[in-house]
């Protein structure tokens, strides 16, 4: 399976669609602290306009409004792996990412095949509080020679320079929050993770 090396994680169907035209091919959908049927009315809309759009929409989280809503890719952290009804997924032909942190996350991850494996957080961030230290470029080299020919994807606090290192480091994809949802310039900023990321 391939991905697009740019990878950009939004707050709201609004934001996909921004991102859509501004070119992303790839967009994860991560709403934090909604109601259940605002949750699905965003989740309808974003997947209308990547649908239209030729893009791919990947649903943080929430699994089971995914595939009531007949998304095709769902994104699970460790917490909510082990709540997904991982079998039903598949037999729906829904793909699905899953985060890791540690080897022992890593390891539980793989257990179910996923579609991509990501790693993080590579720097810093300040979007949330991490219980775990920057994993840092070496751990990204050490992650795809564990993971084989699966797509490795590095998140948390990305830049476009880290990117780059990032992807030489060996990542297959790189996901970016905050540089892009905060910049006072996300037009131009996509424009230019596109450029780096050659997406």
């Not at 007949?70 to 985060?99: T, Y």
């Not at 810093?124 to 020679?145: C, D, F, N, V």
């Amino acid at each position: 399976m391939m991905l697009d090396r740019f990878y950009p994680v939004v707050p709201s169907a609004d934001w996909v669609g921004r991102l859509l035209g501004w070119g992303a091919k790839l967009v994860q959908l991560r709403i934090k602290d909604c109601s259940e049927p605002a949750l699905r009315t965003q989740i309808a809309q974003a997947r209308v306009a990547c649908a239209a759009a030729g893009a791919q929409l990947v649903v943080n989280d929430y699994w089971q409004l995914a595939f009531d809503a007949g998304c095709d890719f769902v994104h699970l952290g460790q917490e909510d792996l082990a709540q997904a009804d991982i079998a039903a997924l598949r037999r729906a032909g829904i793909r699905v990412g899953i985060s890791t942190h540690d080897r022992a996350e890593l390891e539980r991850a793989l257990i179910e095949a996923p579609d991509y494996v990501a790693l993080g957080p590579i720097y810093p961030t300040q979007l949330k509080q991490m219980p775990w230290a920057p994993q840092g470029l070496e751990r990204i080299s050490k992650w795809k020679r564990l993971v084989g020919t699966r797509p490795l994807v590095a998140i948390g606090g990305l830049t476009v320079p880290r990117a780059k290192l990032c992807l030489a480091a060996g990542a297959d994809c790189v996901a970016v929050v905050g540089d892009i949802v905060r910049h006072p310039d996300p037009a131009g900023q996509t424009s230019a993770w596109l450029a780096a990321t050659g997406a």
